[in-house]
């Protein structure tokens, strides 16, 4: 009897039920992809994160020598291949090693003490274990350094670029040749090109790292190295100290890319050194990432309240139209459970078809929020179908309680005699 009267109640006023199953889709479409959004948005955060610059500074453990001219401690550069092939090794995005000192820098307008940076600029360096390259050097880890000239080459050791504070100082312009002085030597390079970065690069030179070492007379070594590796938020267990924890917790921790971890394994990769997260940069991931999870949860609840609105007073007006029927059905017996089960599967239904179709639509959005937000499209999770349509029926549920109420109040005896 049930199904009978359902299909003939879902033939009755298709402009209304066409209104819940819009509301419906479109409530928990959005949602849906808010929600798909949400699940895939730490990688792709911690990727975007990464242009920013190095994570993780590894330096040389200072040894205990007494005496103001003791000599400083390097790290040995023929070591640093070992940082790629760590648990985490495929996290490492980006890696930068560096030779600094001071040098004497002479120019067209005098000369001046500034620092002496040996780096990679942009190089391919293999994988262990033909697993690909990974394209490392100061350029693809601060993509936002400001050039006017060009970078130099791989092998060009007479090539350099300078900062544009020192060079406006010095009246630098990109084709001069300037000489440089340090302990270990002098030479003559030619500047490439000026850089500006807003930060301390903008005093410095910047060579070939080989070249540096030879100047300096410090061949294998580093001052430091910049690595660069996408990891999770901190949270409070990634923040805790691994001397402390359980076996089971620490095998979690290690299993865990925190930017802790990962530096806590390239440290052991690198023997005598010590890696360090940059604070700075995983709080601000942490926050970023917490807050945008609070804000799509506020606009996905905010979306489903309005489309549950709009269910209410679409269905509320059907109820409304249908009142002589309701008030016939219980006149001839019927009791309000049979009326809300009828009323309620007519809501389910239409709410069935509505997640059906927000499915499709969060598909749609999530691959345009990819587009917008992060240049590439994102992949609808296979969650999507269920998450709209659990949505969807939220909605029809909490659209229905308050024309439901309405309903089972109707006095049939008023209601037939009016229509009498």
Known sequence: MLPKLLRGALRLDPLRLALVVLST??????????????????????????????????????????????????????????????????????????????????????????????????RKVPRPGGEGELRAGVVPLFPFWELDGRWPAPGDAGGAVVGRALADRLGIRTGDEISLAAR??????????????????????????????????????????????????????????????????????????????????????????????????AEAEARVLSRLHVLMALLAALTLAAAALAVSSTFAARVLGRRSEIALMRACGAG????????????????????????ALARALVGALGVAVFGVPLAAAPAVLPLCVGGSLLVAAAGAVWPLRRALRLDPVAELGDAA
């Open 336 to 359: 309000g459970g049979q009326i809300a089960l009828l009323l309620g599967a007519e809501l389910a239904a239409l709410a069935l078809t509505g997640g059906i179709a927000g499915a």
């Open 184 to 281: 270990g030597g002098a030479a003559r390079v030619r500047v490439e090109g000026l850089v500006r970065t807003g930060g301390f690069e903008d005093e410095e030179v910047l060579v070939q790292l080989e070249a540096a070492q030879a100047l300096l007379g410090e061949p294998g070594k580093l001052s430091r190295a910049l690595v660069s590796a996408v990891t999770v938020p901190l949270d409070a267990f990634g923040r805790r100290d691994p001397a402390g924890m359980t076996p089971r917790e620490l095998e979690k921790w290690s299993c865990t890319p925190y930017v802790t971890s990962v530096a806590r394994q390239v440290e052991s990769a690198l023997p005598g050194s010590r890696a360090r997260p940059v604070w700075s940069m």
């Open 25 to 122: 889709a479109m409530g928990s479409g959005i949602a849906g992809a808010l929600a798909a959004v949400a699940l895939q948005i730490q990688d792709r955060l911690a990727a975007e994160l990464r242009s920013f610059g190095a994570n993780v500074v590894v330096e040389p453990v200072q040894p205990a020598v007494p005496g103001a001219d003791a000599p400083a401690a390097h790290l040995d550069a023929s070591l640093l291949p070992a940082v790629l092939t760590i648990f985490w090794r495929h996290n490492l995005v980006g890696l930068a090693p560096l030779l600094t000192a001071p040098a004497t820098v002479s120019a067209s307008r005098g000369a001046e003490r500034a620092l002496l940076a040996g780096v990679w600029f942009d």
